[in-house]
């Protein structure tokens, strides 16, 4: 056992997006001993600018870690540290943690804030735009794509509802399904109606520059231009299995299954931000950290009152 295990903390983070060092914050503020353990790899790192996360629009999502790491710095009671971690246990009533470099935490709560990765669909070209100019949330860069000509990729049952919210921004839509699309006849009546054409073949490549998409390759069609674009999904999972290993199931949706605040069926961990929802905005993960933070801690405060009666 080294010396991090010896020393236990009150709460210990794993991953620190938005929504674990929103938690670490407010525990931070409420004296508790926090160790925040951040692999440093959130799925938000392939974009420009962030936008929607009211005094912070605009911003790249690193310019808010920097400014949080910074202003983390005046409690002393909180500890980030670069690190992943492998193996999460919990014995007797305590968590275990094992990093990859060898460090091991033990803490009376866990936080789990491990976002999401993204798998992007297999089309040449996609991981050079994605980020840039093809994205998958209208309200973190709709605004900036408003009436344009859009590309919307992708297919399945989230096509259609996607199409109708993507039309909300831009209503010069061109659909590519790179494939067969499973629309009904109605649906692709309604497409018609409104002008939205739908191409079925695959998808060959997208050619773009820096990033900027400029057409896409179609097989027999040719090139079509289309400067920008939305996809339906981006073949999200989870970013780490650490609840898996403790116990808690993840459901159809690829989701942990949560309660209120987001604890889980296991006693003291608490799964919040995209971990716990999928895709769940820069402030939403914040929030829910914050949320977190202070159930934990009225939690904690309740075990301390008991363990420290006056004799
Ligand atoms: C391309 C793109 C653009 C986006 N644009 C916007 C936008 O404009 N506005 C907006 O509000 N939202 C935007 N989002 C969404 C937003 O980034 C996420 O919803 C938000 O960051 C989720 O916060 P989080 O704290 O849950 O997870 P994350 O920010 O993903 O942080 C999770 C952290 O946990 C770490 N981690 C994972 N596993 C481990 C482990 N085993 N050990 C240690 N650390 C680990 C990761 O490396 C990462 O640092 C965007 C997302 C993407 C992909």
Redesign the pocket.
Known sequence: MNSQTRNIQDVAI???????LSAALVLGRALRKVTV????????R??V?????LTRDGVH?SEIREVAHEQMKAYENVQVVK????IAEKIDGLFSLRTRKGEEFLSRRLIV????K?HLPKITGMEKV??KTV???P???GWERKGEPLAIFGNGKGLMPFIKTIYNWSRDLIVFTNGPAALIDEEKRQLKQRGIDVMEEPILAIESTNGQMEQILLKDRGPVKRTSGFMVT?GETQ??A?PSMLGVPLDERGQYETREHGQTSINGLFI????KNT???????ASQ?YEAGVALNHDLAAQDWENEKPV
């Open positions: 794993i991953g620190g997006g938005p929504g674990g353990i951040d692999e440093g790899k959130p799925r938000s392939v974009t600018k962030a936008h929607g996360f999502p690190d992943t971690v492998e804030a491990t976002g999401m993204d994605y980020g994205f998958h949330c309200y973190c860069d981006t970013a780490s650490i919040i931000g995209d971990a895709f769940t905005s820069i402030v939403g993960a950290g």
